[in-house]
Structure formats: structure tokens, C-alpha cells
């Protein structure tokens, strides 16, 4: 029987705390948690502490020579990257060069330039490397399922993107620094999952958008409202509607086709969180479904199987999960890129950049 894989994690914000070391727990009968590294010794310990709850075994790193440790560890086989996003690609690519595979959290900054290096890498290096972008929402099981009743809607004739935030005082992410000083700021962070999810509904690129941008609470970082019009290589119209902070939250897709219209809206039934799909038939009648939330798991447990696999046909090519992949979260922010540009010239039409 194979030894499960040994991954180390790369952070000890919020996001780790209360996602991956809970989510990582959910499934830790499928790998072994190595080591967690974060850049001060203080986080770090944090960070451990909690995690050695489930993972008693759990090594502490901090620093510069933590992280050469991890790194010089041939034993650890995979990483997931959750620090900033001004960081993560140049710490993901010095990872992949090491020969680590790699899962980053969703933010992408210069990717033309990152996968230029990837691809070097890759030539470079026998059994290549994976590099995994942890855009989750391509894995809730409410989008899965959307993504299957699409066929039955007919041509499609129109789609709506709202996106209604909650980032306020109140928010555990709403003083997150780095978000505050990168480019896009929380309209970039929070709406490349949005975007994800409306790329993996209609099942086609976006060529271009144009869009009108606001500035209005200033307890925000500009911009914090968008309003786009988008257009679909299959010749579809769409709107993407986005404010980062609502008094009264609302997210939702929805697509109007020839033969009915499917609406995934965020809400929660019985305690559970997630996303209420409903599917409106030539009929006229309404089906609806919900889904509790399980993306991270669900993406957490397809990168271990990938890592798993590329250990065991070590030489030869193994396909990863094209739903991890970097480029397709490339095309994500490429999305909003052309709208953040596009508010910055007053609406101007603006081509989407193809990966």
C-alpha cells in the first residue's frame, strides 16, 4: 500500500486558521501534515498550536531557515501557499523549482511572466512540478451541479453576476493590510471566485468588458464598486454587478436560456451555509436544490490525489485536475483585470488577455 503524501503549509493567517487546518482535518486520514511555516516564530506557534489538535506530529517553522528547511526536505512532496498576494507567486515559484508541487491560494499577479518561468521550470525538471491555484468555487458541489443542468436552459440569451459583499468592521478580513495594498484590492480578491464560477457556468472565455467604476465608502480601498457589461465568445451579453460592502448581502448567477433559467443564490438551510440552485423549466415549473458549502475540501482532497498520483508514475506525465490549474485562475483575474482597466478609462471597450 502507498505512503500518503507528506505536505507542508505556507502561512498562518486567517484564512489557514479557519479553513485549511479545519478542512485539512476533515481529511487528514489521506496525508500527513509535515510541517507549517509562517514568517514571524510567533505566528507560526499560533498557528501550530491549533493545528496540533488533529495533527499532533506537526513540525513548527518561522523564518528564512524554516522555510529552507522545507524546501530541502525531500520527504514533503507537496505545498500549499497561503501568504499575501503580492508573495505567493514568486514563493510558489521558487517552490516548483525545489520540485515541490505547489496548490496557491487564488491571488495571481504578472502570470504571463510566472508561467514563462513555470514553463522553464517544468523543462527542466523530470516529472513536472504541479502548480495548483486554489480557486474553490469551481469545486462547490452547487456550481458542479449547475454546470450539468446548463444543457437544459437552450441557447443562452442572457446572464447576471450580483455580488452584494459583506467587507465591514465586522468582517475578520475587512483589516486584512495586503488586501488593502494590492492591486484590484478587495473587488480583485473577492470577485475572481465570482468570476470562476460564472466562467465554469457558461463554459466558454469572456473576449471583452467594458465597465464603470466608484469609489464611495472610504472605509474601503478604491475601487469598491463595479458595474460591467461582458461578452461571451458564443456572442452572449452578460452583466457583472459587484459592491464590497452591503448593508443587506446578496450573491447570485443567473442565466436565461431558450428553453428555462438557472439561479444559484447564496443562502443557508438548517444551520448550513452554501448555495440554493433553481431551475426553471419550459414548464414553468421551479426545482430547486441546496448545497452546503465544500469547496475547499473538495479542491484540498483532488491536490493530494494529483500529488499522490505524480509520486507514483514518477517519469512519466500525470494529468492533473484541469480545475486547479494555474492558467485557468490566470483567466480569472484576466477577467477583472480588463474590468478594473476599463473603469480606469471611463468604460472603454477592453479585450480580455487570452492564456
Not at 514568486?90 to 513555470?118: C, D, F, N, P
Not at 466558454?204 to 465568445?233: G, K, R, W, Y
Not at 438548517?270 to 475547499?296: E, I, N, R
Request: aromatic fraction near 8%; charge should be negative; glycine fraction near 8%.
Amino acid at each position: 500500500m502507498e505512503k500518503p503524501p507528506q505536505i507542508a503549509v505556507l502561512g498562518g493567517g486567517i484564512f489557514v486558521r479557519t479553513q485549511y487546518i479545519p478542512r485539512l482535518a476533515e481529511i487528514s486520514d489521506l496525508f500527513v501534515l509535515k510541517a507549517i511555516w509562517s514568517r514571524s516564530q510567533e505566528s507560526a506557534n499560533s498557528t501550530v498550536e491549533l493545528a496540533r489538535k488533529v495533527f499532533p506530529y506537526v513540525e513548527c517553522k518561522w523564518g528564512e531557515e524554516g522555510l529552507e528547511e522545507i524546501i530541502n526536505d525531500s520527504s514533503i512532496t507537496g505545498v500549499a501557499v497561503v501568504l499575501a498576494g503580492q508573495f505567493q507567486v514568486e514563493m510558489s515559484l521558487r517552490l516548483l523549482k525545489a520540485g515541490k508541487h505547489v496548490l496557491q491560494a487564488s491571488s495571481i499577479s504578472e502570470a504571463e511572466t510566472a508561467l514563462s518561468h513555470y514553463n522553464s521550470i517544468c523543462a527542466s525538471i523530470p516529472g513536472q512540478p504541479i502548480w495548483a491555484v486554489a480557486e474553490n468555487y469551481r469545486f462547490e458541489p452547487s456550481l458542479v451541479e449547475c454546470k450539468k443542468l446548463m444543457e437544459e436552459i437552450g441557447d443562452m440569451m442572457s446572464v447576471q453576476v450580483i455580488v452584494e459583499g459583506s467587507m465591514n468592521s465586522s468582517n475578520p478580513y475587512f483589516s486584512s493590510s495586503w488586501r488593502r495594498n494590492f492591486t484590484g484590492g478587495f473587488i480583485l480578491d473577492m470577485g475572481v471566485h465570482f468570476i470562476a464560477g460564472l466562467r465554469m457556468l457558461v463554459g466558454c472565455e469572456i473576449v471583452s468588458v467594458s465597465a464603470i467604476t466608484s469609489h464611495v465608502d472610504t472605509m474601503l480601498p478604491p475601487p469598491d464598486n463595479i458595474s460591467s457589461i461582458f461578452q461571451l465568445e458564443n456572442g452572449c451579453s452578460g452583466v457583472f454587478v459587484m459592491v464590497v460592502s452591503a448593508r443587506a448581502p446578496k450573491i447570485l448567477w443567473r442565466v436565461v436560456g431558450l428553453k428555462g433559467t438557472l439561479q444559484l443564490e447564496r443562502g443557508n438551510k438548517d444551520g448550513s451555509h452554501g448555495y440554493l440552485v433553481s431551475f426553471y423549466g419550459a414548464d414553468g415549473q421551479c426545482k430547486t436544490s441546496f448545497y452546503p458549502f465544500s469547496g475547499v475540501t473538495e479542491e484540498l482532497k483532488a491536490f493530494i490525489h494529483d500529488i499522490s498520483q505524480a509520486t507514483l508514475k514518477k517519469g512519466s506525465d500525470h494529468k492533473a485536475e484541469t480545475r486547479l490549474s494555474f492558467v485557468e485562475g490566470a483567466r480569472d483575474v484576466a477577467v477583472l483585470d480588463a474590468m478594473l482597466e476599463s473603469g480606469m478609462r471611463q468604460g472603454a471597450l477592453v479585450q480580455v488577455k487570452k492564456f
